[in-house]
């Protein structure tokens, strides 16, 4: 029984830790989109080269605003082929340059939001020497949708494996109690507490609970050492996953035995030995 409870909860952690493995590198994955989050603001024709330095230093000291960088025609026509590089003869049909010269604005952290976006965005618009300041409304407020919806799937998808841990980790140590149904019974006649019998049986929990953590964290570890070395490079952090699963199966070990223990207890019914 013993090692089918930590079977069971060992299997309940690795898909846990595997959970929290893969939230890790989604919200990764969305902290790097967010980051190319930035607003162009595109410059009127002839503009004094004095006139575009004090309009950067005006942006530069906004706030919410990171790092600005100003982009020449020039610049701009060369990034534009560069994007094109496969349409040759739409590279030949370029004679002149149409692009105008611009100031790319990267945002802090915190303003990366549609709403902060577009308040800086409103605000970088009043300045006469812009034609027009864009930054992807409709991909930042697709994107913010995308980063609420896995927010939300993630917390769910991590309560609904947690209870269904503590669950079957209860039912397991349930059939553990039962079979030692005999000496519970014993220790009740001669008059011992409810706490020293369910104690065992919740330090045995939480013991197999904490195996089953390290054995689930190493395994892990060792998938993400093999993953890295021969496919593709995650993002892991190893004692954060390795000691939270320890420290998270004594807890369900803990949880599920204590709720295992009692409901076993009161369901048991004496048999007074004959004399």
Known sequence: MTFIAIGIMFFSLFLLGAFLWGTFNLF??????????EINAFLRENLPEKQVEELSEKLLSMVGVEKVVYISKEEALLKFKEEIKDAPSLIEAVKTNPLPASFSVKLKDGFTSPEKVKEVSEKIDIFDEFISVEYGESWINRLDRVVK???LFDILLGIVISFASVFVISNTVRLTVLARKRTIEVMKLVGA???T????FILAGSIEGGIAGIMSGGLLYLIYQVTSKFFVKFYFPNNFVIIGTIVFGIILGMIGSKLAVKSTSKEMKFETPNV
């Open 197 to 200: 019998i369910h104690a065992p």
């Open 193 to 195: 507490t409810e706490k």
């Open 149 to 151: 919806i896995l927010f």
């Open 28 to 37: 990764g994955v969305i902290r790097l989109a967010r980051e190319k989050v």
